[in-house]
T-cell receptor, first 111, second 113 residues
Framework: EDQVTQSPEALRLQEGESSSLNCSYT??????LFWYRQDPGKGPEFLFT???AGEEKEKERLKATLTKKESFLHITAPKPEDSATYLC????????????FGKGTLLTVNP | KAGVTQTPRYLIKTRGQQVTLSCSPI?????VSWYQQTPGQGLQFLFE???????NKGNFPGRFSGRQFSNSRSEMNVSTLELGDSALYLC????????????FGPGTRLTVT
C-alpha cells in the first residue's frame, strides 16, 4: 500500500527565515509526486509535479526537489502570505490517477 | 479558463438522509476524481471517473457512489448518512490522459447532525 509521511506536522517561522518541509514516500512504481497548498476552507491549489529523482522545480519563493525516497519543499525568505497547509501526494502507474496524500505541514509565517 | 466548480458549497443533513453533490470540471478535462477530507484522516480518495466510466475506486463503503455525464460533469451520492460522513468533499479535474496534474474545486462542506 502506498504511504506518504510529511514532517514536521507544524512549522512556525519568522518572516525571512528559510526552511524546508519533508515528504517521504513508499510506493511501487511512482508516476508523479505532487505538492499542493491549501488555505483554510478552500480546496488544494496545485504547486508542482515532480516525475523523477533529481528533478527540481521553482516558483517564486518555493523550490521542490525529489529523490528516490523523499521530496523537499524549500521555502526561501518566506512572507506571512505563505502561511498555509502544504500537502504532498503521490500517484502510481498505469491508468491510476488516484492521489495518495500525506497529512500535510501547517506552516505559519509571523511578520 | 474557468476552474473547477462544486455545488452546493455547504450542506446540513440529518442522519439517515441521502445527499448528492455536483462537480463541473475544467473545460476539456475528461477525468473527475472525488476526495473526502477530515481532520483525522486527511484527504482520502473516493473514486475517479473518466469518459463516464468509473476507472478507480478507493476503500469506502457502497453508500458512496458516483457517476459522470457525457459533458464530464460528475455527481457523487452518499446514502444513509452517518455522523462520520461530515467532511469536506473535494472534486479534482484532470485531462485523464497524458498530463497527470489534478486541479481541485473549492469543496462542499457536508455536516451531518
Amino acid at each position: 500500500e502506498d504511504q506518504v509521511t510529511q514532517s514536521p506536522e507544524a512549522l512556525r517561522l519568522q518572516e525571512g527565515e528559510s526552511s524546508s518541509l519533508n515528504c517521504s514516500y513508499t510506493v511501487s512504481g511512482l508516476r508523479g509526486l505532487f505538492w499542493y497548498r491549501q488555505d483554510p476552507g478552500k480546496g488544494p491549489e496545485f504547486l508542482f509535479t515532480l516525475y523523477s529523482a533529481g528533478e527540481e522545480k521553482e516558483k517564486e519563493r518555493l523550490k521542490a526537489t525529489l529523490t528516490k525516497k523523499e521530496s523537499f519543499l524549500h521555502i526561501t525568505a518566506p512572507k506571512p502570505e505563505d502561511s498555509a497547509t502544504y500537502l504532498c501526494a503521490v500517484q502510481t502507474g498505469g491508468s491510476n490517477y488516484k492521489l495518495t496524500f500525506g497529512k500535510g505541514t501547517l506552516l505559519t509565517v509571523n511578520p | 479558463k474557468a476552474g473547477v466548480t462544486q455545488t452546493p458549497r455547504y450542506l446540513i443533513k440529518t442522519r439517515g438522509q441521502q445527499v448528492t453533490l455536483s462537480c463541473s470540471p475544467i473545460s476539456g478535462h475528461r477525468s473527475v476524481s472525488w476526495y473526502q477530507q477530515t481532520p483525522g484522516q486527511g484527504l482520502q480518495f473516493l473514486f475517479e471517473y473518466f469518459s463516464e466510466t468509473q476507472r478507480n475506486k478507493g476503500n469506502f463503503p457502497g453508500r458512496f457512489s458516483g457517476r459522470q455525464f457525457s459533458n464530464s460533469r460528475s455527481e457523487m451520492n452518499v446514502s444513509t448518512l452517518e455522523l462520520g460522513d461530515s467532511a469536506l468533499y473535494l472534486c479534482a479535474s484532470s485531462s485523464g490522459t497524458g498530463e497527470r496534474e489534478q486541479y481541485f474545486g473549492p469543496g462542499t462542506r457536508l455536516t451531518v447532525t
